[in-house]
């Protein structure tokens, strides 16, 4: 059978601390030289999204917000039986959170998104003048 990783021990006149301390170095070398792997992540992910993107994302986390509260409301409704009063009141928290969270991935997404140049302006009525 073929090995896939070299496991032979290092000749004889090398000594080991040596390959440590060389694998140490490169790896300070690479931690360096890479960014933050979140803010990467996160500006790939916005820069790749398109209005109609950005919009079924935004759309689709204020519909969970409000089903997801409106769906505990519910559940505690038939578990206290109490009618439909903990359904709406927990329909207006599932509101409350997904204009939160529409809000908050809004602002990710301008933080994210990059600053407009030049050719990405559009001039006003008083810059015609």
């Known amino acids: 059978m073929a090995q896939s990783r070299n496991t032979k021990r290092p ?3 090398e000594r080991p601390g040596a390959l ?3 694998l140490a170095a490169r790896i300070k070398r690479a931690q360096a030289s890479e ?3 979140g803010d990467a992540e996160l500006s790939a992910a916005n820069r790749n999204f398109s209005g109609w993107n950005r919009g079924m ?3 689709t986390e204020f519909i969970a917000a409000i089903l997801v509260g409106a ?3 519910y559940l505690l409704d038939l ?3 109490t009618g439909p009063w903990l359904m709406l009141v927990m329909l207006l928290v599932g509101f409350a959170a997904g204009v939160l969270n529409v809000v908050r991935s ?3 997404m301008n933080r994210a ?3 407009p140049t030049a050719a990405m302006r559009v001039p006003d009525d008083e810059e015609d003048e």
């Open 57 to 59: 994302r935004l759309g």
């Open 113 to 115: 998104a990059p600053p």
């Open 11 to 13: 000749p004889s006149g």
């Open 71 to 73: 769906g505990i409301g």
């Open 35 to 37: 960014e933050a792997p």
């Open 106 to 108: 809004a602002a990710e």
């Open 79 to 81: 578990g206290l039986k």
């Open 20 to 22: 440590t301390s060389d």
